[in-house]
């Protein structure tokens, strides 16, 4: 079996189960018996298709990705940097074409409610912190982001993080421009993903691309921690006055 058939197919299943999920809401609002029904039935038959895909893709194994060396200097204070997302083929078949999260970039912004998120693990309960930049530098994604390290389990992985000298990224997109590939040397597909709605990047022990990495752990300078300390400030004055 080719070894990216399945992935490239939960992929897809995957979208569509998020477009039954819009379907239903809609539904529901607009006191839409029979296209709520018909959203649920899609629903499940999504459920359905992943879970043989699950029981199959366990008997698979997945090939090795690309290794970077990671760099971490000393006295970090939570700022993070490197790629978030590369042009490299990573282990589920996917290739992310340069600009694919443009748009979203654009619309989402990186702060208030519908910004791109940074979490840990692709757990919509653990956010980490801000993404301060992310921006496309050749064909590669790159962010800068703040973790909070008020946090008890960001914390933890910022430890974790120096202690191993680097971690990983990985995104988290819902697929809206796709094409079927095939590689001309290995003869075998792979998802090009042309275009894709962003809306987290999180931070990994383990990505589906392995040369999504962090290539920078660093500490604020004093004038940094000396700026924030003053935004602050002004803050609470402005609360104060109100």
């Not at 993903?193 to 040369?211: C, H």
Request: glycine share 6%; charged share 25%.
């Amino acid at each position: 079996m080719n070894p990216y058939v399945l992935p490239i197919t939960k992929t897809i299943i995957q979208s569509q189960y998020v477009r039954s999920i819009t379907a239903r809401l809609i539904a529901h609002y607009n006191n839409d018996t029979a296209l709520a029904a018909q959203a649920e039935h899609d629903m499940a038959a999504c459920k359905n298709m992943m879970a043989e895909l699950d029981a199959i893709g366990a008997r698979r194994k997945f090939s090795a990705g690309q290794v970077v060396t990671l760099k971490a200097p000393q006295g970090s204070d939570g700022i993070v940097t490197g790629w978030a997302s590369t042009s490299d083929l990573d282990l589920y078949g996917h290739k992310i074409m340069r600009g694919a999260f443009s748009q979203s970039i654009s619309s989402r912004g990186l702060t208030g409610p519908r910004a791109i998120k940074l979490l840990l693990d692709h757990d919509w309960h653990k956010p980490a912190g801000l993404i301060r930049q992310l921006e496309y530098r050749a064909d590669n994604l790159w962010i800068d982001a703040q973790l909070a390290l008020d946090v008890e389990y960001v914390r933890d992985r910022y430890t974790v993080i120096k202690m191993l000298n680097g971690f990983n990224f990985s995104v988290g997109f819902i697929l809206e421009d796709y094409e079927i590939k095939t590689d001309p040397v290995t003869k075998n597909e792979y998802l090009q993903v042309n275009r894709g709605d962003l809306f987290e990047v999180s931070v990994v022990a383990f990505p589906g691309n392995e040369a999504a990495t962090t290539v920078e752990v660093r500490s604020l300078s004093d004038n940094e921690k000396l700026e924030r300390m003053i935004d602050q400030i002004r803050g609470l004055k402005r609360e104060l006055g109100k």
